[in-house]
């Protein structure tokens, strides 16, 4: 399994994984991004891949902000290829790309997606910040920052 950047050709491979690794979450109908959303991702923003052969099992994709900081946008990993170190890998190298950068990241998270919340907190989103309504009424989100590395 490497850990390498998205190419243009994987762009498909990637969405229909995105349609599948949130089927456990809450809301998860809501949070797949559609084939166009990935065509342009791949091409424009930071997007890193867990591969073994043609095959993805996990992706992490960030993009700049008109916030002067980076957006997290999503990490997913497939079922069968969780639990062995492959979201740490994914969100580690965009945490490599923004110390390169010298850049803050942001991300949301569901409050009650507590796995994917300890990953980020031992990846350095420490700053918190609760959100209510975020969606719709009940449907809150957690606002996790991880600053700018001083150099
Ligand atoms: C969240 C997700 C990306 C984690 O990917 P993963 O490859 O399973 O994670 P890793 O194996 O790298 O584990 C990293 C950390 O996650 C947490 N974690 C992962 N699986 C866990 C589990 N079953 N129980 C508790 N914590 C767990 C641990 O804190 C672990 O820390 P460690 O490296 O110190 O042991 C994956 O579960 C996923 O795709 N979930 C569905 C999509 C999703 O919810 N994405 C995040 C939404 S914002």
Redesign the pocket.
């Given at each position: 399994m490497v850990i390498t950047k998205a190419q243009i050709s994987d762009f498909l491979q990637i969405a229909e994984l995105d349609r599948i690794?949130?089927l456990?979450?809450d809301n998860s109908e809501f949070?797949p991004d559609g084939e166009h959303a990935w065509r342009l991702w791949v091409e424009h923003a930071l997007v890193v891949c867990a591969k073994e052969g043609q095959q993805i099992f996990?992706v992490a994709i960030a993009f700049p902000s008109i916030n002067n900081t980076y957006c997290l946008h999503?990490?997913?990993?497939?079922?069968q290829?969780?639990?062995?170190?492959?979201?740490?890998?994914?969100?580690s190298t965009l945490n490599h790309d923004f110390d390169q950068l010298s850049t803050s990241a942001f991300?949301?998270?569901?409050p009650n997606?507590?796995?994917?919340i300890?990953?980020?907190r031992?990846l350095g989103f420490t700053s918190e910040k609760y959100v209510e309504d975020y969606y719709r009424p009940q449907e809150h989100r957690i606002v996790l920052t991880r600053p700018a590395k001083r150099v």
């Open positions: 690794a949130w456990d979450n949070i996990g999503k990490v997913f990993v497939a079922k290829a969780r639990g062995k170190g492959l979201g740490r890998k994914l969100m991300l949301t998270v569901d997606n507590t796995n994917a300890a990953l980020y031992k």
